[in-house]
Structure formats: structure tokens, C-alpha cells
Antibody, heavy 117, light 107 residues
């Protein structure tokens, strides 16, 4: 059973860069798509983008100019960087396996990132 | 972007009730529709993919149907553990998008 765990700072200052890492255990990061999804407090789910184990990416157009994803196959990890954050980026950030027609079948527990000075 | 609209936004139901949640896409998505269940403070859980394929371990009381633009999630007999928020998600074209959610509450 694959497990995912997000890690990174819980507080980021406005205009700075949010950085999160997702560690995959119980399975290989290879041969799958891996996504980041976020959920502002009390609101719905927003897909941020995905990265394939080969490194190819697909980002949501609404965030494309600020998002960078990378994969580290030797560590079984993938990462998210979101630049120039504002209070609107405050959310629980989930990493998940998936990004194809089959949906997101495994999720991390989520990590709350607050943007505040 | 494909817009996903769920109805109702919330509903109250009793144990044993049959519950139906509707999801409508702003354009055809064939059968590329997934359903998730989310409980407070937890990550979403994939229930159904491809509009009607039940994930392993999901009770058979859950079922999904539809194609094109209109889809439904049905819970045939509501159990205590089913009180949660349900989201639909289209996987027809990126950006993948979710409905706004339907919260199922205890009457």
C-alpha cells in the first residue's frame, strides 16, 4: 500500500516562495503521475499540477506562471514550489498519486500552509 | 476549463436513506468522471472512477452512473460512516477540475 507524506514550512511570508516535498513509501515513484492539490480552509479542491516520474509536467493555467514541480526518483520524492505567494495561497496542500483519467487514488494527509507576515 | 457543478450543495438525510448527488459538466467529458469522499480533517478518498467503477474496498452501497455531461453518485442505504463531503472530478482534459462539493449531514 503506497503512502504519501507532505513536508515543509507551515508559514510563508507574502511574496516569498512556498516549498513542499512529498515522500512516497511502500511503492516506487516510477511509472506513475504525481499531483499537487490544494484546499483553502472551508473551501473546495483545486488541482495545481502533475509531474510524471520522467520529469514531464502539466500545470494548471491559473497557477502556471508561479509553479515549479520536480521529481527526485532516487529519494522517491517529488516537490512543489509556488512563488510570489499571497494570502489567497493559504490552504491545505495535498500530494496525491494520479493525474490521468483514473483519478487520484492515493493521497497524503495534507499540510496546512499559511501565508502571513 | 471544464466547470463541474454539483447539486445539492448540502443535504440532510437519515440512516438507511437512499441519497443521490448530481454532477454536471460544462461540456461533454464522456465517462471521465471520478467521485471522492472527504471527512473533516482528512484527505479525500477515491470512491469511483470512470463514472461507475467502484474502487477496491468501497462498499457496494455506493454506485455511480452517467456519461456525457450528467452524472450521479448514489448511496443506496446511508450508514453512519457515510456522513461526509463528496466531490466529483473530471479527468477528460486538463486542468483537472472538481465540483464544489456536496455535504451529507445527519437529519
Amino acid at each position: 500500500q503506497v503512502q504519501l507524506q507532505e513536508s515543509g514550512p507551515g508559514l510563508v511570508k507574502p511574496s516569498e516562495t512556498l516549498s513542499l516535498t512529498c515522500t512516497v513509501s511502500g511503492g516506487s515513484i516510477s511509472t506513475y503521475y504525481w499531483s499537487w492539490i490544494r484546499q483553502p480552509p472551508g473551501k473546495g479542491l483545486e488541482w495545481i499540477g502533475y509531474i510524471y516520474y520522467s520529469g514531464s509536467t502539466n500545470y494548471s493555467p491559473s497557477l502556471n506562471s508561479r509553479v515549479t514541480m520536480s521529481v527526485h526518483t532516487s529519494k522517491n520524492q517529488f516537490s512543489l514550489r509556488l512563488s510570489s505567494v499571497t494570502a489567497a495561497d493559504t490552504a491545505v496542500y495535498f500530494c496525491a498519486r494520479g493525474g490521468t483519467i483514473l483519478g487520484f487514488d492515493s493521497w497524503g494527509q495534507g499540510t496546512l500552509v499559511s501565508v502571513s507576515s | 476549463d471544464i466547470q463541474m457543478t454539483q447539486s445539492p450543495s448540502s443535504l440532510s438525510a437519515s440512516l438507511g436513506d437512499r441519497v443521490t448527488i448530481t454532477c454536471r459538466a460544462s461540456q461533454t467529458i464522456r465517462n471521465y468522471l471520478n467521485w471522492y469522499q472527504q471527512k473533516p480533517g482528512k484527505a479525500p478518498k477515491l470512491l469511483i472512477s470512470g463514472a461507475s467503477s467502484l474502487q477496491s474496498g468501497v462498499p457496494s452501497s455506493f454506485s455511480g452512473s452517467g456519461s456525457g455531461t450528467d452524472f450521479t453518485l448514489t448511496i443506496s442505504s446511508l450508514q453512519p460512516e457515510d456522513f461526509a463531503t463528496y466531490y466529483c472530478q473530471q479527468s477528460y482534459s486538463t486542468p483537472w477540475t472538481f465540483g464544489q462539493g456536496t455535504t451529507v449531514e445527519i437529519k
